[in-house]
Nanobody
């Protein structure tokens, strides 16, 4: 069992930046970020198979969002720039037990964090 703990969420004004962190209790394989806005389904944001690996982003996220990992610290990050009120959501960290799977699909992740709230004010 891998436990994931997110942090770094908060209230920020439009155009601001935030960096989310996710610390894992053990080193997982694929790690990803998802988010869920009020009244909407949870959606994929970004993922990375391993530290230094190729990052994957949902359409429209690359450029404003940057995912990274420090496997020596069992930690994944999501740096977010130029935030917009539409980015307001609970951001979840997710991880897989094994390599492979569809990095963009919630169904292919085995472990989830409790989420961290990001609120962007206009």
């Amino acid at each position: 069992q891998v436990q994931l703990v997110e942090s770094g969420g908060g209230l920020v004004q439009t155009g601001g930046s935030l960096r989310l962190s996710c610390v894992a209790s053990a080193l997982p394989t694929t790690m990803g970020w998802f988010r869920q806005a009020p009244g909407k389904e949870r959606e994929f944001v970004a993922a990375m198979y391993r530290s230094g690996g190729t990052p994957f982003y949902a359409d429209g996220k690359e450029g404003r969002f940057a995912i990274s990992r420090d496997d020596a610290k069992n930690t994944m990050y999501l740096q977010m720039y130029d935030l917009d009120p539409e980015d307001t959501a609970i951001y979840y960290c997710a991880a897989r037990r094994t390599l492979g799977g569809r990095y963009y699909s919630m169904d292919d992740y085995d472990f989830w964090g409790q989420g961290t709230q990001v609120t962007v004010s206009s």
